[in-house]
């Protein structure tokens, strides 16, 4: 949907030697992952405000705005990260949302 730090290479690589382009792009992408599997959205929210610009989010994160939107609070269940790694320098991950889908939480844009 969309991708976590937004650094990219600006020259060609060989794929082999992919990486994520810079130590603070790492670092926000797996702190996004851990608060992504802990189901912590606010605090989600709030680093992206806080650090976006600086680990050049891509899109600064709006496409999980979009998600989180889409699902409401029934994604407290966090997240299983089902791999992470560079693509061409900016920050990807496969992740599969835990949904409460009998439950208490809002159903957001979807109306179910």
């Known amino acids: 949907m969309g991708a976590l730090s937004g650094s990219t290479f600006t020259q060609e690589i060989d794929i082999a030697d992919d990486r994520i ?3 603070a792009d790492e ?3 797996r702190r996004v992952l851990e608060l992504m599997s802990a189901g912590d959205g606010q605090a989600i929210r709030e680093l992206a ?3 976006a610009d600086r ?3 891509d899109m600064g994160f709006k496409h999980f705005a979009w998600l989180v939107g889409a699902m ?3 994604w407290s269940h966090g997240v299983t990260v089902h ?3 560079p693509i061409y320098g ?3 991950a496969v992740v599969e949302f835990g949904l409460d889908l009998a ?3 809002s159903a957001g844009a979807l109306g179910r």
């Open 21 to 23: 382009a810079s130590q």
């Open 27 to 29: 670092e926000w992408n």
């Open 49 to 51: 405000g806080n650090s």
């Open 55 to 57: 680990a050049r989010v």
């Open 72 to 74: 409401g609070e029934r």
């Open 83 to 85: 791999a992470y790694g």
């Open 90 to 92: 900016s920050g990807a």
């Open 103 to 105: 439950g208490s939480g």
